[in-house]
């Protein structure tokens, strides 16, 4: 399904060491019509963004992984494509976390319109979503 405003749809990084979670991201992604790179974990994300040749509009990465942590894979991310908006995603809670400006954070579990919401905020500049939908 082509993004709503018929331009090229933005690619987005997605990486997520549990598989449950990764293919509810990715099922929802593809369904706004998102272009999605999906990686287990920090390394494996390193290694497909080398190997993708087009531009990455989202790192969406989850915190808590093996070999490479989320914040480790932003930081050296960010060095090697400083165009890329980060996003990432934990059950932490965010006081816990350091991020560089200009990084987003979504407290898991998250709904899948919160989901979608940001990171429409995020790559489209719309006006910032809700802190929360009502129940």
């Known amino acids: 399904m082509p993004p709503p405003d018929g331009n090229t749809p933005e690619t987005i990084l997605l990486v997520e060491d549990e598989r449950n979670v990764r293919s509810f991201v990715l099922s929802l992604l ?23 040749g087009g531009s990455i509009e989202l790192l969406l990465s989850d915190v808590e992984m093996p070999r490479l942590t989320g914040v480790e894979l932003a930081t050296q991310f960010f060095q090697q494509r400083p165009d890329t908006r980060i996003l990432l995603m934990s059950g932490l809670p965010s006081g816990l976390l350091i991020l560089n400006e200009g990084w987003q954070f979504l407290p898991k579990p998250f709904a899948a319109t919160m989901l979608l919401a940001k990171i429409r905020h995020i790559l489209k500049k719309t006006p910032e979503f809700p802190a929360a939908l009502p129940e």
Do not use: W
Request: no cysteine; aromatic share 8%.
């Open 30 to 52: 593809n369904k706004a019509g998102y272009t999605v790179i999906t990686a287990v974990d920090g390394l494996d994300a390193m290694e497909k963004a080398s190997k993708f």
